[in-house]
């Protein structure tokens, strides 16, 4: 990202592919250090992580927009990373040493307390999902010789151990969480441990459900919306496809070779890629759609509601966002320097992420990154 662009190659403007509204963009700053980046927001709360004073180590933070104010959220033993928030909850990651293993964290906004969520009795955790006050993701067992999918109850501070459709002896990967479903994807009995199904697990009937494939051997689970669950899994013929599976209904929605990474889904409206470019499929219509002008690489990192943000590279990385319903699609302009990424957005329609400062090399086309927001505004 730190190289300037290619001789020729096209630089999009904030306004290239613009539709009914323009972006304005923010420099939230470091916690002394020179980088930052934001990883998630909710409301007025924005999260990431940062180098500290003089780069000595790295430490989530929570910027609060209406103060215009940064948080060092501390960390469990050495540096931290912040990957979600919702409400009054922040979660994310801490290495317990500079080279020790890593421990997920729960952060309460009200009593501004870092709280080390443990493990399932081996030496690690990682985090992949927060609705409501459950957190999901993967934990090493005792001895490091297997890991679980877990769910942790951020209300009552317990961590409930998934297991694996092969029992307790498998493995398995938490992916994310809605509601009360956790999805991921597990290995099987007497298969070997790179067959892997996705799975749906009722946290409140405490039951996992093999979620099958499209007639080959693997799937794996990868976002939840609902009561919807979208993944990839192999073919009749061993080849690779998206696909959507309703819980409720038992049905399921071949989403095609377009959908092969990455898949997300809000509502009724899955994203996803193959590599090279991003698509929208509607599962009410079946109708898909290229988000994007189709040039470079495209790569959906959100999708909530009619909006999908996210970066293009083409060949450099821009941030953009793009509507469900019209496919508008629209560069999000930088902080001076050339590149930009974009990671979540706000039901207000705030993107989260980091953007380049110029650079003080006249050789390169970026300075350092830091964590940034783009606040909409209707064009009249």
Do not use: C
């Not at 749906?200 to 693997?218: E, K, Q, S």
């Amino acid at each position: 990202m730190g190289a300037a662009p290619a001789s020729g190659a096209d630089t999009p403007s904030a306004a290239s592919a613009a539709g009914s509204v323009r972006y304005t963009v923010q420099d939230l700053g470091t916690l002394g250090g020179t980088r930052s980046k934001a990883t998630a927001i909710d409301g007025s709360t924005v999260v990431g992580s940062s180098l500290t004073k003089g780069d000595a180590t790295e430490h989530a933070f929570a910027y609060d927009l209406r103060r215009r104010t940064m948080t060092d959220l501390g960390a469990l033993g050495h540096s931290s990373r912040a990957t979600g928030v919702e409400g009054d909850y922040i979660v994310g990651e801490s290495d317990l040493s500079a080279d020790g293993p890593t421990h997920g964290f729960a952060y309460d906004v009200r009593t501004r307390r870092l709280v080390d969520i443990g493990t399932l009795g081996g030496s690690s955790t990682r985090i992949t999902g927060l609705d409501g006050d459950t957190v999901v993701g993967t934990s090493s067992l005792s001895g490091d010789v297997a890991s679980h999918a877990f769910a942790y109850s951020l209300r009552t501070r317990t961590m409930t151990d998934l297991g694996s459709l092969a029992g307790p002896s498998g493995n398995s990967t938490g992916a994310a969480v809605s509601g009360a479903v956790v999805v991921g994807s597990s290995s099987l009995p007497d298969t070997p441990a790179t067959t892997v199904h996705g799975f749906a697990y009722d946290l409140r009937t405490r039951t996992m459900t093999d979620l099958g494939t499209l007639g080959g051997r693997t799937s794996t689970a990868n976002d939840i919306s609902g009561s919807t669950v979208v993944g990839q899994s192999r073919t009749v013929g061993n080849g690779l496809t998206g696909y959507a599976y309703d819980l409720r209904t038992g049905i399921r929605t071949d989403l095609g070779s377009h959908f092969l990474t990455a898949q997300l889904i809000s509502g009724s409206t899955v994203a996803g890629g193959d590599g090279l470019l991003a698509s929208s499929f509607d599962l009410v219509t079946h109708k898909s759609a290229v988000i994007g002008s189709g040039r470079g690489v495209t790569e959906v990192k959100q999708i909530a509601g009619n909006l999908m943000v996210g970066d293009n590279f083409a060949p450099n990385s821009f941030a953009f966002v793009a509507r469900v319903d019209n496919g508008d699609f629209t560069y999000l302009p930088s902080l001076g320097g050339l590149n930009s990424s974009a990671r979540q957005a706000n039901r207000h329609g705030v993107v989260a992420g980091s953007a380049a400062l110029p650079s003080a090399d006249p050789g390169t086309a970026n300075g350092p990154f830091h964590a940034a927001v783009w606040v909409p505004h209707p064009v009249a």
